[in-house]
């Protein structure tokens, strides 16, 4: 019986074979058989995830799931002091110890998974080892973990956040192996949270965000138990967080990759249509200003902030992952095949560049541009001082470091759903072996063979014992406008669309075979936005230009985890040149013959490039701290010849153009500004900027800390100098000059007296042939001198002793 609603818009075509229709997606109207979907009164699933174990991950994705249990997150017990069983928290019955925050369950969640997924003995083991110590936690009040949780917050409330990663280990431990015990633990664990206030869920800066985790563990125990009082811990639970069904609250990237669902998440319950929407009115809002690029990421390095919206900028690796998340568990409530289109994007383009191609070592921010990873302060083009863009296996990453461990796991335990009519859905295409049950409790094996997303054609093989019905789905992706299925090489009368999908129903036997061709074609994408760039696309992935990558090891902490710096060896910095009347034109495919790599996200072994046409843009230059510089208007002059150049899939470039100027010649096209000048100094301040010195912002006041400053920060009472050097010589007649003074904040004052110096021939001489100037709080100080010509101006300084000091800002008239 058929109990889908195919949408009438679409029609259903009785073949010979079978009924085949193409559908929004599946509408639940019954429940499946088999597998533990939500539980009225909750809304019907229209997807239901399978136990962890029911897919074998085979092909390019098994072979990354192997290199992590090979790589970092494999061997993080040896790398990670949050990881050692004998000092932490969450390993003590008593829940004592020296450790007890979020790094022992953010690994412990990917790397459970992980031995689920590949069947390791090894791994399943070790984390069991840590899944009993856990349990063993638990009071007989319900709490479990950390007792220093319970008081961490400022004002001494309990933190709930790191018991909110746990329970998904949990989730995932009984879904793979059945453990009784989890589900008392979990039932205890809500009772303890229900006898606490509505205030508790308001709590703390992440918990109070992250409460929509919590609610979907909740909601995953009432399926099972049906027990009524868990839906009043999850109204109050709601009723007490932070409202992210109402708008976008907070900033953070990680905070959003969790948060933007939580409305979502609880229209389960509430079954409010403004819930319901809530997700995607959220992500829009994030990627109209801080997602406009490809790759499927936002620039939120740290936070999404005004202003930073260049592709210079990137994400967090815990904001991959957790966007990966999400975009999982939306699919599944919303049945929306937009959430699994979203999840291959930013899996097939970020993810594999946030980590070396051997998974031992990560960063903490990918960025569509990126051209040099080096371990300097990339402040304040990227929000936090210090390395971030490097790779290293150390808790210089510390979330990402242990975070990252549930990107693969999760999609690989997510490439097929079971659908409310007994039915089974491809939703994340990807080489594996599925087996469930399904029709009328037929055990089916499908065997899905595909190079996807580096091949277009999707092979499904089914084993069955006995002959079955059941509806098999396909989801279309939202780039391919005529999939193509035959059956037993008979082909199916369908005209697909994007963002839907194609069922088949019929009756299926042992060794049927479905081929679904799923045909990729270029296309380029403009982004107004992103000062009018493009970015090119082939299928599910983008591509970025070849860099030549110098990988170059550094640091001595141990010779088995090295940390990489990657440095570009051959040029960067191209416009795209484009055939006006068709940009798809301007590019060649390039496909490799032959077997896949096993592990294609590298330059070397990725099987599709693209030739194109680029020219250098010579001003397009790396900042003071070899950041590449911002993207300026397009079309873009260039007088450089044309030269060929290759793009390959982003995910398999490490460092990458991804956001291309193009070339321009008719009266439209802008020069690319010339830096107006570069500055450098006796010292800077990582964190601080010597790029922002002529920003045009006025200072408030010398202790303004909402603009971009300049200090000689930790130096003290020392002589120092800053310097502008102009690309030509210019007639200078005066300056002026804003110092930073942080009385009251910090250690920077006014200098003692300061002098400005002017570049003649090698020598520098001083501007005013005087004694040096005082300097003064809170206003420009001007200084005039009879006009001289010079490429490059200095300003020493003689600092108070004991003091630093520093710029808010310097004008050259
Ligand atoms: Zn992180």
Redesign the pocket.
């Known amino acids: 019986m058929n109990l889908i609603a195919t949408l009438g818009l679409f029609a259903t075509i009785a073949t010979g074979f079978s009924q085949v229709a193409v559908v929004e997606r599946p509408v639940a109207t019954t429940t499946n058989s088999f597998y533990i979907g939500n539980r009225p009164p909750l809304a019907s699933s229209p997807f239901y995830k399978l136990p962890i174990g029911s897919i074998t991950p085979r092909g390019w994705l098994r072979h990354q799931l192997e290199m992590e249990r090979d790589g970092m997150t494999g061997h993080l017990e040896q790398i990670s002091p949050w990881l050692d069983f004998a000092k932490s928290s969450w390993a003590d019955p008593q829940g004592r110890g020296k450790f007890g925050w979020e790094e022992l369950p953010y690994w412990l969640k990917g790397y459970g998974d992980l031995g689920y997924v590949l069947k390791d003995a090894g791994v399943k083991a070790e984390a069991k080892k840590w899944i009993e110590a856990v349990l063993a936690t638990q009071r007989p009040d319900g709490y479990f973990g950390p007792r220093e949780l319970l008081t961490s917050l400022d004002d001494g409330k309990s933190d709930l956040w790191p018991q909110m990663i746990m329970l998904n280990v949990l989730q995932s431990y009984y879904e793979a192996q059945g453990d009784p015990r989890v589900i008392e633990l979990m039932g205890r664990y809500f009772k303890w949270e229900n006898a606490l206030p509505v205030s508790a869920f308001g709590e703390g800066y992440w918990p109070k965000l992250r409460f929509g985790d919590n609610l979907e563990s909740i909601f995953w125990l009432y399926n099972r138990t049906g027990q009524p009082w868990l839906l009043d811990l999850a109204r109050k639970m709601n009723s007490g967080m932070a409202r992210w069904d109402q708008d976008v609250i907070n900033w953070h990237n990680?905070n959003i990759a969790q948060g933007f669902r939580a409305g979502t998440v609880f229209w389960m319950l509430s079954q409010d249509p403004m819930h319901l929407a809530s997700a995607e009115r959220n992500y829009e809002k994030v990627f109209a200003t801080y997602g406009q690029f490809p790759g499927g990421g936002f620039v939120g390095d740290e936070n999404s902030r005004p202003g930073y919206v260049d592709p210079r900028g990137g994400i967090?690796?815990?904001?991959i992952v957790e966007l990966m998340h999400s975009f999982e568990m939306l699919t599944k409530i919303t049945g929306q095949p937009v959430w699994a289109d979203r999840c291959e994007e930013i899996a097939f383009n970020s993810f594999p560049a946030a980590m070396t191609a051997d998974e031992k070592a990560l960063h903490?921010i990918t960025c569509d541009n990126s051209i040099q990873l080096d371990r300097n302060n990339k402040s304040p083009e990227i929000q936090n001082t210090g390395t971030m863009i490097s790779y290293s296996p150390y808790e210089v990453?510390?979330?990402?470091q242990h975070?990252v461990s549930h990107g693969w796991p999760y999609y690989a335990e997510e490439l097929w759903l079971a659908t409310p009519d007994n039915g089974l859905c491809a939703s994340l295409y990807a080489a594996c072996e599925v087996s469930a049950k399904a029709g009328d409790g037929a055990d089916v094996k499908i065997t899905e063979e595909t190079d996807y997303p580096f091949g277009q054609t999707v092979q499904f093989n089914i084993k069955t014992a006995k002959a079955a019905t059941f509806p098999l789905y396909l989801r279309v992706p939202r780039w391919c406008e005529a999939a193509e299925v035959s059956i037993n090489g008979e082909v199916a009368d369908i005209k697909s669309q994007p963002l839907t999908f194609i069922k088949l129903e019929r009756e299926w036997h042992d060794r049927d075979a479905i081929t679904l061709h799923l045909p990729m074609k270029l296309g380029v994408r403009h982004w107004p936005k992103n000062q009018d760039a493009v970015s090119v696309d082939y299928g599910p992935m983008s591509f970025s230009l070849a860099i030549k990558e110098r990988f170059t090891s550094y640091g001595d902490r141990n010779a088995n985890w090295p940390e990489w710096e990657v440095y570009p060896d051959s040029p960067w910095n191209y416009g795209l040149v484009l055939d006006s009347q068709n940009p798809t034109a301007s590019f060649k495919l390039i496909q490799t013959d032959g077997p896949l790599a096993a592990q294609p996200f590298t330059p070397e072994t990725a099987p599709i490039k693209l030739e194109a046409t680029g020219r250098l843009i010579p001003n397009w230059q790396p900042d003071a701290n070899n950041v590449i510089g911002k993207l300026q208007p397009s079309p873009v002059k260039s007088d450089q010849p044309d030269e060929k150049i290759t793009l390959i899939p982003m995910g398999a470039a490490r460092l990458r153009v991804t956001m291309f100027p193009v070339i321009g010649t008719g009266p439209d096209a802008h020069a690319w500004p010339a830096p107006a000048f570069k500055a450098s100094a006796s010292h800077c301040f990582e964190g601080d900027t010597l790029d922002e010195l002529q920003d045009g912002l006025e200072p408030a006041n010398s202790n303004d800390h909402n603009i971009p400053r300049f200090t000689w920060w930790d130096h003290r009472g020392t002589r120092e100098w800053v310097q502008l050097d102009f690309p030509q010589a210019k007639k200078v007649s005066s300056v002026q000059v804003y110092w930073f003074d942080d009385t009251g904040i910090g250690q920077c004052r006014l200098p003692t007296s300061w002098r400005l110096l002017y570049r003649d021939g090698s020598e520098w001489r001083e501007v005013v042939e005087s004694a040096a100037t005082p300097a003064t709080k809170d206003q420009w100080n001007v200084l005039s001198a009879r006009p001289v010509e010079t490429a490059s101006l200095r300003i020493e300084v003689q600092l108070q002793s004991g003091f630093s000091g520093g710029l808010l800002g310097w004008r050259v008239k």
């Open positions: 990680v967090e690796t815990c904001g903490y990453y510390r979330c990402c975070n």
